[in-house]
């Protein structure tokens, strides 16, 4: 039993979907899931497992920002075995290219975070997706009617409220397509452990034209990276 999960062991499945909102996890659990039951509640930060065509699949809220999510990823890893961890988030867009309701597929972070400078003694470590799952959502996306989806560079801001937005433009010329906050150390952390991760978001803001989603639209109507990061997984 980990400290902030708290669930038994045997009660995750080996593939986790990762929501920063723990209403989209319930949310997620209720409408994709078989069987779903919830196996924490730790925090307000709820966890659930079921089934997806038969595979067992739990989902799992993890909070906003890098040091939130580290704590749930580190647990799931080290705690409960899991294998697979696919965030399925929201996102900013930060250019033109890129509309709400997208799909930002996330080949890999930039962020201005610390962490992976400590980490890494001052070197720029560059994480990235599992190619697997990279290649499976692609494949699942490309497959469907749907939203139009983006596979590129995400940055994963460490502020919300950033003290200097306008450097975000200089991410946008270097090709990034939009701004969240976990990607990165999701990315890392699978590596340091040798797992598998993915980051999927929905663009739920635009930076540049001030467009924006309602709290219940975010929580309750991102299903097509749902469904996309449960057949990249799962299959």
């Known amino acids: 039993m980990s400290t902030h999960i708290g669930a038994q062991p045997g009660d995750i499945a080996p593939t986790v979907l990762l929501p920063g909102d723990p209403l989209r996890a319930r949310w997620i659990a209720e409408t994709f899931l078989d069987d779903a039951r919830c196996y924490s509640e730790v925090r307000g930060m709820y966890g659930y497992t079921g089934s997806w065509n038969g595979h067992p699949v ?4 993890s909070g906003m920002g890098q040091p ?3 704590i749930y990823v580190n647990e799931l890893f080290t705690d409960y075995d899991v294998q ?3 965030r399925v988030g929201s996102c900013g867009a930060v250019t033109d290219r890129v509309a709400v309701r997208d799909i930002v597929i996330a080949s890999g972070a930039c962020t201005d975070s610390s962490m992976n400078r400590i980490a890494f003694h001052g070197i720029d470590y560059a994480p990235v997706a599992d190619f697997g799952l990279l290649r499976g959502a692609v494949e699942a996306a490309e497959a469907r009617d749907g939203s139009p989806f983006h596979v590129g560079l995400i940055f994963s ?3 919300f ?3 200097r937005p306008e450097l975000l433009g200089e991410m946008v010329t ?3 397509l ?5 990607a990165s150390a999701l990315y890392t952390l699978a590596a340091k452990h040798g797992r598998r991760a993915l980051a999927i978001c929905t663009v739920s803001d635009h930076i540049v034209t001030g467009e924006e ?3 219940q639209e975010r929580e309750q109507t991102f299903g097509e990276m749902v469904e996309i990061a449960l057949t990249a997984a799962l299959g």
Request: aromatic share 8%.
């Open 157 to 159: 801001s460490d502020s």
């Open 161 to 163: 409220y950033p003290a």
């Open 174 to 176: 270097y090709g990034v």
């Open 84 to 86: 697979s961890i696919v």
């Open 178 to 182: 939009a701004v969240e906050m976990e």
């Open 68 to 70: 939130s999510m580290a």
């Open 58 to 61: 739990s989902v799992q809220g």
């Open 213 to 215: 989603t309602t709290s």
